[in-house]
């Protein structure tokens, strides 16, 4: 089993920076896809972002790119998501992913983390 714990959330402005953690168990941490999605209130869950294990490459939704970078750290076990010029629009909970069966995350992965709560003010 993987454990996925995340955490950097909070309460910003708009046009403030964040950047949440996820931190991660397991011993083959470097071959695991990894990935963010959200979920706004009343939404459905949505891919937000993702990394291969296999070589690095990235994957962003259209409403995020240019301003969110995700990024790994295997020696930490620990992927993080830079989220710059935040909008309102991205208030909602962030939940990291991964999945140990495939390059890239699907869109159900295996393993979820518990969530954490971004809010941005106008």
């Known amino acids: 089993q993987v454990q996925l714990v995340e955490s950097g959330g909070g309460l910003v402005q708009a046009g403030d920076s964040l950047r949440l953690s996820c931190a991660a168990s397991?011993?083959?941490?470097?071959?695991?896809?990894m990935g963010w999605f959200r979920q706004a209130p009343g939404k459905e869950r949505e891919f937000v972002a993702a990394?291969?294990?296999?070589?690095?490459?990235?994957y962003y939704a259209d409403s995020v790119k240019g301003r969110f970078t995700i990024s790994r750290d295997n020696a930490k076990k620990t992927v993080y998501l830079q989220m710059n010029s935040l909008k309102p629009e991205d208030t909602a909970v962030y939940y990291c992913?991964?999945?140990?069966?495939?390059?890239?995350?699907?869109?159900?992965?295996?393993?979820w983390g518990q969530g954490t709560q971004v809010t941005v003010s106008s």
């Open positions: 992913a991964a999945d140990t069966s495939s390059n890239v995350v699907p869109t159900t992965p295996r393993f």
């Open positions: 397991g011993r083959t941490f470097s071959r695991y896809a």
């Open positions: 990394i291969r294990w296999s070589d690095d490459r990235t």
